[in-house]
């Protein structure tokens, strides 16, 4: 599955990667890393974050990413920034905690802005950058009983574009991937969650439920969207900024 590691050459360069200690965050720091890159490994799970630290030859920090201060002491000394980090809740609007609600925000739009500003300065005076958030196909449609989700995504979706139009006259890109449901735990336990409350087997969730709306009936492989991610990462794609790359098997074609 991996690539040759020489088709994106980050030799020297510095990445950090939130929500790295599993799921598409650990296959991005495996794969900037299998392409020369030292790896920032940031996860809320200690464990996960040394795991995956010591696999890739980085660095582990154990962060709240809805902790301002937290985020703040992330390193700025950054080339490679993506911010992967998110959970789910799935309730009706009505059922929908607000706390829940805001801490997803923090998590997923509040963070990635911070960090986002932390790392331009340094980015900017080496006049190369890129900046990759993981966003979703709900960055682009909604599906209900996801506010949380879908408002945070949409909000990503709308920071990585005022980033490529600020930053693109310093060299960095600022870019999001849209990816389906990817095989990562986060998608396991909701599919875990809705064979118990309807019955039925974990494959029909997968097609019947969650792949409804996509052409392609399979999980992806969280490989693949790292692979996606060093793409973006070349300098071949320097003029690929402000973008949103969908990678969700037809879904939005539909």
């Not at 700025?76 to 980090?85: C, I, S, T, Y």
């Not at 693109?168 to 599919?191: F, K």
Request: proline share 4%.
């Amino acid at each position: 599955m991996s690539d040759n590691r020489h088709a994106v050459a980050l030799d020297g360069r510095v990445a950090l990667v939130t929500g790295a200690g599993s799921g598409i965050g650990r296959a991005c720091a495996r794969t900037l890393a299998e392409s020369g890159a030292k790896v920032h490994v940031v996860d809320v799970d200690r464990a996960a974050a040394e795991q995956t630290a010591a696999e890739v030859g980085g660095w582990a920090h154990v962060v709240d990413l809805a902790d301002p201060a937290a985020v703040d002491a992330l390193p700025g000394v950054v080339d490679v920034l993506v911010n992967n980090a998110g959970f789910q809740h799935v309730a009706a609007l009505a059922d929908f905690p607000p706390e829940t609600f805001s801490r997803m925000q923090q998590v997923m739009v509040t963070a990635p802005f911070l960090l986002t500003r932390k790392v331009l300065p340094h980015m900017c005076a080496r006049r190369w950058g890129r900046i990759v958030h993981i966003s979703s196909v709900h960055g682009l449609r909604a599906s209900p009983f996801k506010a949380g989700y879908v408002a945070a995504k949409h909000g990503l979706e709308g920071l990585s574009k005022v980033v490529a139009l600020e930053a693109a006259e310093h060299g960095v890109t600022s870019n999001c991937v849209n990816p389906g449901y990817v095989d990562t735990p986060l998608v396991r336990d909701q599919i875990a969650g809705q064979a118990a409350a309807n019955g039925i087997d974990e494959s029909e969730v997968v097609e019947r439920v969650l792949l409804q709306r996509a052409a392609l009936k399979r999980l992806i492989d969280p490989r693949r969207v790292a692979a996606l991610v060093r793409w973006l990462c070349g300098d071949h794609a320097a003029h690929v900024t402000g973008a949103s790359v969908p990678m969700d098997g037809g879904w939005t074609a539909a």
